[in-house]
């Protein structure tokens, strides 16, 4: 299985990806998100509790990684971040992140 981190950096680099929970939101209630992936490490937990039941509601996989600081700079953004939102992978797989 390919890294998460891996993954959210090629696409961040070769195709389009939203940051944060509430573009990833956005993003999956529009149906463009191809995968999500969101931290465990978030505080308070109530942050990205809704988004599992709505990509189970959309079909769009959602996938968990564990450091949002690893997340964010895998994003290409400076900062930590609680959620991605893959909306077009580029030259990404998204077939090893399930």
């Given at each position: 299985?390919?890294?998460v981190?891996?993954?959210v950096e090629?696409?961040?680099k070769t195709g389009k990806v939203e940051?944060?929970?509430n573009e990833v939101t956005k993003a999956v209630e529009r149906g463009i998100a191809k995968a999500i992936v969101i931290v465990t490490d978030v505080d308070p937990k109530e942050l990205t509790?809704?988004?599992p039941i709505l990509c189970q509601?959309?079909?769009i996989p959602c996938i968990e990684a564990d450091s949002k600081e690893k997340l964010g700079i895998s994003a290409q953004i400076n900062r930590p971040t609680a959620a991605i939102a893959?909306?077009?992978a580029g030259?990404?797989?998204l077939d090893s992140l399930q």
């Open positions: 299985m390919t890294n981190y891996e993954t090629k696409a961040s940051r944060g929970v509790q809704h988004l509601d959309k079909g893959i909306i077009d030259e990404a797989t």
